[in-house]
């Protein structure tokens, strides 16, 4: 069985940080291109980073970039995400995906999602 398990949530004031993990099992992703995404109280799912199978090629959305940083550990079968100067507008469950592609295609070629991890931040 498949699974995305997202760790590295919490509670931070603004300005804070926090590293998020997605650590998967039932089957290795090292070939596969991985993102992530949040969800906030009343708003849908959007996309926030992603990378490429081999983490050379990463995107960000407009509001993180500068501040987050997606990486990955093949070898462990995980991608992080950093985030720094955090915000309020930060907080939402945070998701990761897996695609079923070595090139991130956007949410449409998303595979498999992971459970989600809450990020509060306060002001």
């Known amino acids: 069985q498949v699974q995305l398990v997202e760790s590295g949530g919490g509670l931070v004031q603004a300005g804070g940080s926090l590293r998020l993990s997605c650590t998967a099992s039932?089957?290795?992703?090292?070939?596969?291109?991985m993102g992530w995404f949040r969800q906030a109280p009343g708003k849908e799912r959007e996309f926030v980073a992603a990378?490429?199978?081999?983490?050379?090629?990463?995107k960000y959305a407009d509001s993180v970039k500068g501040r987050f940083t997606i990486s990955r550990d093949n070898a462990k079968n995980t991608v992080y995400l950093q985030m720094n100067s955090l915000k309020p507008e930060d907080t939402a469950v945070y998701y990761c995906a897996a695609s079923y592609s070595s090139a991130w295609l956007g949410r449409s070629s998303v595979d498999y999602w992971g459970q989600g991890t809450q990020v509060t931040v306060s002001s």
């Open positions: 039932g089957r290795s992703f090292s070939s596969n291109a």
């Open positions: 990378l490429n199978w081999s983490g050379d090629n990463t």
